[in-house]
């Protein structure tokens, strides 16, 4: 996203939550630190460099209340949000809600950074068969299913039967747990679907290099997601990479989640 | 079940499941043991004993198919089930269609055993809170949802969040791993509800001493399940494990699933 602001030659500034981005991360780039609860902080912040547009990158690991530390801004922000805000999603719109009230536009990455956004097809050369189709299908209803409920965006499918479903652990512990659940016969497929009422311009599914390689070492055949509504973080080298380890990656257009 | 087929003086006969159950869990009964596979030679014993009732119990591992090694009698219901049987339910309806059909009546352990199924209020002695209620009813909706896909029947949820959802890993593995992902602040809670389809004969979710040993085990406060939807089995010994360790076990009626 960076790379992306510096090639267009756009002033950015970056505000990393402590305790989520990794320390020294922006070492050499204009950034501030602040906590999840000060939002009082933030806003001085952002209000200091006074942006046109904010895009949310990144996993955030939701804080319990405790951790949280509100302050008055932050309180006063959970008090207006806590009735609708059990889930990630409800939670997010809020914060949207709460940025653009500010007179920022919140813009998804994949408006930022061309090529992000999943698109329909094949990623690489190997191809999903009949049985991997028929379990993207089912990981895709699975997946729209708890992404319903606001509890996780992705699944595990083999020969028809759902391994595993993602609820807040993630999906790298999804991914671990589901391959040493397989049985005998051909292997698993991870699905990530955003939820039917997803909020596109944060928290869409992501894919990576990081995630062909855990899907491949938890023995899994491939990954599908749903075609404009996933991340593939760099497709060239998630392209690269899923061919040296001959598993898929494949974008499935919506319409088509039957097999 | 045995004993209480004794206690009634019936006579009956168990027909074990090779891989599954206990070797030696039947010596001293009569019974014989079965490939999951070998759908003829079950059904040669079950001529032979003649039943008028069949109840299914335990758990079954869903084998792979290259397990099952199916006879032609297998193979036969197998060509028959296959369209709709991806998941537990639709098998397990195919395959009390199948029993039926030879004229044995299926019985729910249930209807064998009083006080087996379980009664709305608390068994022990311990009260879920407020937010546990709240968490309870998040359950609820998160594990029904699950159910109404055939995927799993069991959620853990911790102020109000959802850390877990069952698939075919079985309770006591999303329990250790929901335990693991908690936050600070009040601890989670098990929910386990039937699916909205689930035939009531077979496969009812269960709660006995070892969950409740489990659930305290990962840190989580209580248990709680859908009134008329699930086993409680050995409901005295599970009120005085629950109340030894200070978890609450309570049924909640299928109506009031909201708090």
Redesign the interface.
């Known amino acids: 996203m960076i790379q992306a602001c510096r090639e267009a030659g756009r002033p950015f500034f970056v505000l990393a939550l402590e305790g989520q981005a990794d320390h020294g991360a922006f070492d050499g780039v204009p950034h501030a630190w602040c906590r999840i609860g000060a939002a009082a902080k933030g806003e001085k912040i952002l209000r200091e460099f006074d942006p046109q547009e904010m895009v949310f990158v990144g996993k955030v690991r ?6 949280i530390r509100p302050d008055w801004r932050a309180l006063k922000f959970m008090v207006k949000a806590t009735a609708r805000a ?2 990630d999603d409800g939670l997010l719109r809020a914060i949207i809600r709460e940025v653009e009230a500010e007179g920022v536009k919140v813009v998804g990455p994949h408006e930022l950074v061309k090529g992000l956004l999943a698109a329909e097809g094949l990623y690489g050369s190997v191809k999903p068969d009949r049985q991997a189709r028929i379990d993207i299908a ?1 990981g895709m ?2 997946a729209k ?2 992404g ?2 606001d ?2 965006q992705a ?1 595990v499918v083999q ?11 993630g999906t790298d ?1 999804l991914v671990a ?2 391959g040493a ?1 397989q ?3 051909p292997g698993g497929v991870l699905v990530k679907a955003p939820k039917p009422r997803q909020e596109r311009r944060i928290d869409l599914p992501g894919v990576g290099v990081d995630t062909v390689e855990a899907v491949a070492k938890a023995g899994l055949r491939g990954i599908a997601v749903e075609a404009g509504g996933a991340l593939i973080i760099d497709r060239a080298k998630v392209a690269a990479r899923a061919d040296a380890l001959g598993v898929f990656v494949v974008g499935v257009p919506r319409a088509s989640a039957k097999p």
Chains 1, 2 share one sequence.
Request: net charge positive; charged share 35%; hydrophobic share 45%.
């Open positions: 939701r804080p319990s209340l405790k951790e059990l889930g089912r209803e699975a299913e708890i319903k409920l509890i996780g699944a020969q028809g039967i759902v391994l595993g479903l993602e609820a807040i652990e512990a747990r589901a659940l049985r005998k016969g």
